[in-house]
Every structure is written in structure tokens, then in C-alpha cells.
């Protein structure tokens, strides 16, 4: 049975590690990537990177079906921006940083590579929101939050508001 983990909130140090590449495909790999499923799920989120739930490996899953019958994981994710690109803004939310949007402008054309939980290989030029959230959680796997892209001000303000409501490290 797939169990609920603790998400880091920001200004959680942890977020701010760098994770490392995976290597091995073996079931606890497996068994992470249900749990976060689970916790993504149980959290109404769209997608989770495993620095959130404090694993400092390159996983992700997501789920961006109305239906929320699609689950996908995403390990040692990579993309490349194409040269034809123009800036795209979404308005972006964190299961790190409840309770914010925050409009963010990202490259809407990519071409994406990572493994599947077996480690077979895959790549794809994605469209619409796969584009966006794939870059957000990409960005959790370097240590980078959706707070980095906006005024120092801003960001002082949804920290303080944390620290406030969540009273943790
Ligand atoms: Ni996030």
C-alpha cells in the first residue's frame, strides 16, 4: 500500500538541495514513486519532484488529466530549450508554497528526455501545460523554487507568511 509522505514547505532548507541522478531501477525506486503519487493525489496537486518529499534523487511524478487517471513518472529528466521558442506565462502553483500563484513566464518549446521506472529511455517534444510543469519540477530537482522568478519583496512576504502558518524547519 502506497503511504502518504510530508511535503517540505518553503523556506525549507531542504528544497534547496540538488539531487542526484538515479541509477538503480529496483523496487524501492518503485515504491517511492507510489508514495509520491499517493501524496501528489492526496494534496489535489498536478505534479511533485522528490526533493519535496525530502528524497534528493531525480524523480518526478505528475498526474494532468482532469480525471486524475494518468499518472506519469519521470526519472533523470532533462530538456532542451528549441531556438524557436517564445516565453509563455502560467500562472503556477507549489505543493511547497500552499496557498500562492505566482505568473511565471517559461519557453513554451522544449524537446524532453528521461528514463520510465524501468529505465527505458524516452523522449518527446511536449505541448501546453506538460511544458510548463515539467520545468517547474525540473527546477525543484536543482534546488530551485517558482519564488526564485519573482521580486525579492514578494518572496519575503509568502516567506514570512509560511514561517507563520508552518511551523516548521
Ligand atoms: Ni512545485
Not at 505566482?102 to 529505465?119: A, V, Y
Not at 514578494?154 to 502558518?165: E, P, V
Request: aromatic share 6%; with cysteine; proline share 4%.
Amino acid at each position: 500500500m502506497a503511504k502518504k509522505m510530508q511535503i517540505l514547505i518553503f523556506p525549507d532548507s531542504r528544497l534547496r538541495k540538488v539531487a542526484t541522478e538515479v541509477t538503480k531501477f529496483d523496487k524501492s525506486l518503485q515504491n517511492l514513486a507510489e508514495d509520491m503519487l499517493e501524496t501528489m493525489y492526496d494534496a489535489n496537486g498536478i505534479g511533485l519532484a522528490a526533493t519535496q518529499v525530502d528524497k534528493h534523487i531525480r524523480l518526478i511524478v505528475m498526474d494532468l488529466s482532469e480525471e486524475r487517471n494518468d499518472p506519469r513518472v519521470f526519472i533523470n529528466p532533462s530538456y532542451k530549450i528549441l531556438p524557436d521558442h517564445n516565453l509563455f506565462e502560467f500562472e503556477e502553483g507549489c505543493l511547497s508554497i500552499p496557498g500562492f500563484n505566482e505568473t511565471i513566464s517559461r519557453p513554451d518549446k522544449i524537446d524532453l528526455k528521461w528514463q520510465d521506472i524501468n529505465g527505458i529511455s524516452h523522449s518527446e517534444s511536449p505541448e501546453g501545460l506538460l511544458t510548463v510543469c515539467i520545468q517547474h519540477e525540473i527546477d525543484h530537482l536543482d534546488g530551485k523554487l517558482m519564488v526564485d522568478y519573482i521580486s525579492t519583496l514578494k518572496r519575503d512576504r509568502i516567506k514570512n507568511k509560511l514561517l507563520k502558518d508552518f511551523n516548521r524547519k
